[in-house]
T-cell receptor
Framework: AQTVTQSQPEMSVQEAETVTLSCTYD???????LFWYKQPPSRQMILVIR??????QNATENRFSVNFQKAAKSFSLKISDSQLGDAAMYFC???????????FGTGTRLTIIP | DSGVTQTPKHLITATGQRVTLRCSPR?????VYWYQQSLDQGLQFLIQYYNGEERAKGNILERFSAQQFPDLHSELNLSSLELGDSALYFCASSAGIGTSGINEQFFGPGTRLTVL
């Protein structure tokens, strides 16, 4: 069974600094997608960034980037120049190509310190 | 705003009761997904419908059922409710199915169910 592990229940970072959230996953599949979702206090699930497993290049979206290590089954999220609006729960998620089910980790609560 | 709507936003009911949660997908999306988020937990996939047909099933209890109607909106029915069913229930929608690219899922705002 596929599992997604986020080992950091809580993280905090000073405003304008950089923070990295960790995610590891367990799978025997070779073709899959990985995602980071943000859930602010409004509870809305917002897609932050996505990565196709067949792509070696790490995905980047403005201040958000990932470090995808396929062999290590690791998918960390780096947030640069942290802003107060980045405060939220962050969920790592995984989906096998051809399968619709998203498997989520338990989340990391990120606090931004002004 | 993702374009996915869910009603009601909040629902408070008693144990043993039955409730219906409603979801309208983004315009043009054929797939609808239901997820359950218990307190301080990640989301658990419940079920998916594609163009009216059940497509995939997750850890959905037998007391729960869902359907997708011809206008593509979906309803999740929860019956014989228990305290442990209290959770945030999300609906998501996507354009198609997984074989047609990354098929990103867009989430609605969720329905907060409280069972007393």
């Amino acid at each position: 069974a596929q599992t997604v592990t986020q080992s950091q229940p809580e993280m905090s970072v000073q405003e304008a600094e950089t923070v990295t959230l960790s995610c590891t996953y367990d799978t025997s599949e070779s073709d899959y997608y990985l995602f980071w979702y943000k859930q602010p206090p409004s509870r809305q699930m917002i897609l932050v960034i996505r990565q196709e497993a067949y792509k070696q290049q790490n995905a980047t979206e403005n201040r958000f980037s990932v470090n995808f290590q396929k062999a290590a089954k690791s998918f960390s999220l780096k947030i640069s120049d942290s802003q107060l609006g980045d405060a939220a729960m962050y969920f790592c998620a995984y989906r096998v190509v051809g399968n619709e089910k998203l498997t989520f980790g338990t989340g990391t609560r990120l606090t931004i310190i002004p | 705003d993702s374009g996915v709507t869910q009603t009601p936003k909040h629902l408070i009911t008693a144990t043993g009761q039955r409730v219906t949660l409603r979801c309208s997908p983004r315009s043009g999306d054929l797939s609808v997904y239901w997820y359950q988020q218990s307190l301080d937990q990640g989301l658990q996939f419940l079920i998916q419908y594609y163009n009216g047909e059940e497509r995939a099933k997750g850890n959905i209890l037998e007391r729960f059922s869902a359907q997708q109607f011809p206008d593509l909106h979906s309803e999740l029915n929860l019956s014989s409710l228990e305290l442990g069913d209290s959770a945030l229930y999300f609906c998501a929608s996507s354009a198609g199915i997984g074989t047609s690219g990354i098929n990103e899922q867009f989430f609605g705002p969720g329905t907060r169910l409280t069972v007393l």
